[in-house]
């Protein structure tokens, strides 16, 4: 479980670094700037994250911990109504 938790971080943090990328070059710029407009200046996306990976250490009882500490920190990022 430690793995796929472990490959998981890898892949979002590829991912993260890709999205960075492509928002100063070429065809990506168009698209980097839609995900920016949709998201917006709220912490949604972000809340998301934490949620799944809160998840996603709850499949393991030896990442109990890391699951409540992610479920925590999605607390701070709670979409409030009307946004």
């Known amino acids: 479980m430690l793995f796929a938790a472990l490959t998981l971080v890898f892949v979002m943090s590829s991912g993260a670094l890709a999205f960075a990328v492509a928002a100063n070059t070429g065809p990506g710029r168009e698209l980097?700037?839609?995900?920016?407009?949709?998201?917006?200046?709220n912490d949604e996306l972000h809340y998301v994250v934490h949620t799944v990976l809160g998840h996603v250490f709850a499949l393991c009882p030896c990442t109990d911990g890391l699951s409540r500490l992610e479920y925590t920190k999605a607390t701070f990022h709670r979409p409030t109504p009307g946004r």
């Open 32 to 41: 980097v700037n839609f995900a920016k407009d949709r998201i917006g200046p």
